[in-house]
C-alpha cells in the first residue's frame, strides 16, 4: 500500500507563506507524475502545480510566479512553496502520486489533504 503524509498548512496572513510537504511511503515505489491540488470552500478541486520525473514544473495561471513545486526523488516527497499568499489561496490542499509499485500499473494515489487558511 502506498500513503501520502502530508504536512506544513496552517493558518497565515495575505502576504505571508508556507511550505507544504508531501512523502510517499511504501517499498519498491516508482513515481512518475506528482501534484499539489486544491478545493476551496464551494468549488471544485483544480489542479494547482505538477511536476514529472525529471520534467518541468507546470502551474495554474493565478500561482504562477508565486508558488513554487519541488521533488527530492530519493526521499519520494514533493514540496510546494507557497508565497505572497492571499486569501483567495485558501482551501484544503492535496497530494497526488500517479506510481506504481514493482511491476504493476500504474495508479492515483492522494493524501488526507491539509487546510491552508489566508486571514488577517
Known amino acids: 500500500q502506498v500513503q501520502l503524509v502530508e504536512s506544513g498548512g496552517g493558518l497565515v496572513q495575505p502576504g505571508g507563506s508556507l511550505r507544504l510537504s508531501c512523502a510517499a511511503s511504501a517499498s519498491f515505489l516508482t513515481i512518475n507524475n506528482m501534484a499539489w491540488y486544491r478545493q476551496a470552500p464551494g468549488k471544485q478541486r483544480e489542479l494547482v502545480a505538477q511536476i514529472a520525473s525529471g520534467g518541468s514544473p507546470s502551474y495554474v495561471d493565478s500561482v504562477k510566479g508565486r508558488f513554487t513545486i519541488s521533488r527530492d526523488n530519493a526521499k519520494n516527497t514533493v514540496y510546494l512553496q507557497m508565497n505572497s499568499l492571499n486569501p483567495e489561496d485558501t482551501g484544503v490542499y492535496y497530494c497526488?502520486?500517479?506510481?506504481?509499485?514493482?511491476?504493476?500499473?500504474?495508479?492515483?494515489?492522494w493524501g488526507q489533504g491539509t487546510q491552508v487558511t489566508v486571514s488577517s
Open positions: 497526488y502520486v500517479y506510481a506504481r509499485l514493482l511491476l504493476g500499473p500504474n495508479r492515483d494515489y
